[in-house]
């Protein structure tokens, strides 16, 4: 079947099973008029023509708090964007950008590029919804300096903020710790200090941005807490010997705190975590698990692009993790969806409800009984317009 393009129009979805973002409805139906979601359940009109998905799930399309569209994936870092033109890596975020649309990601948040060159993609119907960066903030010679970031310390940091506020970012992204892959930090130490990580969170929201703050180590992630920014990226608990070593009053306040767990989870079925990773996944489960039961917000932040198994659509390959941290399927479903959307600031998106966005996922199965059918994608559709060639094209 081809796709239609042209105005969406008014149409109702039928599916085997519907998941508005909060939990699975009782009558599987949603009325779709051009962009938005008008009404969700037994309220069709009559004279509307309700497409049957057949045996499939609807859900929102999902929401992924932590990607780079510029990266991808071949070689280290550094390697993957140096000596490749402005223009190169806007085309290639644009190709990372449609593959993430196409697997069902129509919500992400871009947590660093180089020069801005992310910005132009948004407000494309091609693309999905996109928060942007820009490049993150980081020390001299800090980690990922090269996306053109480097701020000192003090001044720099308002001087870094303002800058991103001018080119009309929607987030600004802070290296607080070192990362893996740059030596010039130890992964678990900090780069910035809570006074600097307060400026950049105050600068940052009196111009209406969120911040998102990069950390491994344990005092980065108590001063993000502590300065309040909105997520926690990767938020591995480092101590000095590399170990995840949280003590339980830091998940507590982590937990209670209105900060969000941004995991770096997602993965493709043949890929596999540096060994580092490996080595303590259980330990960084375990904390993800305590804080979400003790009733903090986890959701995710793949870091697609980084690396060959994390492809930008990597998204629907994340459940099982969510699953593995202790979540029931229907909090993993709400993590990927509306915890994302309420993360990112984004009341529209990750839900189905009348007045949202029409920015829909369906696939093949039941995800709540098997994760592993959230990666059978059937159909996805951006404000009301299928994108998929080979899927229903019903609009
Ligand atoms: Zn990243």
């Known amino acids: 079947m081809t796709v239609r393009h042209g105005p969406a129009g008014r149409f109702a979805l039928r599916a085997q099973r519907l998941f508005d973002g909060e939990r699975f409805i009782d009558s599987p139906v949603a009325l779709i008029e051009d962009e938005r979601i008008t009404a969700v359940g037994a309220d069709v009109p009559d004279d509307v ?25 071949k070689g280290t870092l550094e390697e993957q964007v140096s000596g490749v033109s402005d223009a190169d890596l806007r085309s290639r975020a644009r190709a990372s950008a ?120 344990l005092q980065g992630i108590s001063d993000a807490i502590d300065a309040g920014v909105d997520t926690i990226e990767h938020c591995t608990f480092l101590d000095e010997t590399m170990t995840p070593a949280p003590s339980t009053d830091l998940l507590e306040r982590l937990a209670k705190s209105d900060t969000t767990v941004s995991a770096t989870f997602g993965l493709t079925p043949n890929g596999a975590m540096p060994e580092a990773f490996e080595r303590i996944l259980s330990d960084i489960r375990s904390a993800f698990g305590e804080v979400h039961t003790r009733g903090g917000r ?39 969806t509306i915890g994302g959307a309420d993360t990112l600031k984004m009341p529209r998106k990750g839900r189905i409800v009348p007045g949202a966005d029409a920015d829909l996922l369906a696939v093949q199965g039941d995800p709540e009984s098997n994760p592993a059918d959230l990666s059978q994608v059937e159909q996805v559709w951006r404000a009301g317009r299928p994108v998929r060639e080979s899927g229903p094209a019903f609009n």
Not at 124 to 138: H, L, S, V
Not at 208 to 213: D, E, K, L, P
Not at 306 to 331: C, L, N, Q, R, T
């Open 298 to 336: 986890v959701v995710l932040g793949s870091d697609a692009g980084i690396d060959e198994f994390k492809p930008h659509d990597v998204a629907h390959y994340s459940m099982g993790d969510f699953v593995a941290i202790g979540m029931s399927p229907v909090e993993a479903l709400q993590a990927l």
């Open 98 to 217: 449609r593959r993430a649309l196409l697997g069902g990601t129509t919500t992400l948040r871009d947590l660093g590029d180089r020069n801005y060159v992310t910005l132009d993609l948004r407000g494309d119907p091609e693309m999905p919804t996109i928060a942007c960066a820009g490049p993150p903030i980081t020390i001299v010679g800090g980690h990922c300096w090269y996306l053109g970031g480097e701020a000192t310390p003090g001044d720099g940091m308002v001087t870094a903020v303002r800058e991103r506020i001018e080119r009309g970012c929607d987030t600004v992204k802070i290296m607080v710790t070192g990362g893996f892959l740059t030596p010039a930090t130890p992964m678990w130490k900090s780069q910035f200090e809570l006074e600097d990580i307060r400026t950049a969170v105050q600068e940052a929201r009196a111009a209406g941005m969120t911040v998102a703050a990069h950390c491994h180590g």
């Open 49 to 73: 023509t309700t497409h049957d998905l057949g045996a499939v799930t609807l859900l929102p399309g999902l929401v992924d708090c932590h990607q780079h569209l510029v990266f991808d994936g």
